[in-house]
């Protein structure tokens, strides 16, 4: 009886080690930096940049079809200063992969940009 569970556990562990093989997980927390700037757009709004830069090394990565896929949930909410109306919620998906986990740390910063014209005033962002 001792001899099957122990041949059992070890099946768990050689399973459970393979999944774990599988998953490029970060040593430290996602960082996430955020930068906008605000433009004339024409007599009656303004422009709004937002910029949103990330290390894909600070992703997790699952190892899926012979690439490592990992991605970006993005949540952006533009309010209204004053009534504190949200004037744009958004969601976007920003997918990363790489053929493999060396090309994850070498790979630079990525970069994303959002565009917003809007009437003139002063705008927090969530």
Not at 37 to 63: N, V, W
Not at 64 to 72: I, P, Q, R
């Amino acid at each position: 009886m001792n001899v099957v569970r122990i041949l059992t556990v070890a099946v768990l562990l050689c399973l459970v080690s393979q999944e774990l093989s599988a998953w490029q997980i970060p040593t430290t927390n996602f960082v996430m930096n955020v930068d906008y700037a605000r433009f004339q757009y024409d007599q009656e709004s303004a422009y709004m940049e937002i910029y949103y830069g990330f290390y894909p090394k600070l992703i997790t990565f699952h190892q899926t079809g012979g690439a490592y896929s990992g991605a970006v949930i993005l949540k952006t909410d533009l309010r209204d200063a004053v009534s504190h109306t949200v004037l744009r919620s958004e969601h976007s998906l920003l997918p990363v992969s790489f053929a493999d986990t060396g090309a994850i740390s070498a790979s630079g910063g990525f970069l994303t940009q959002a565009g917003y014209a809007l009437p003139f005033g002063e705008y927090l962002l969530h």
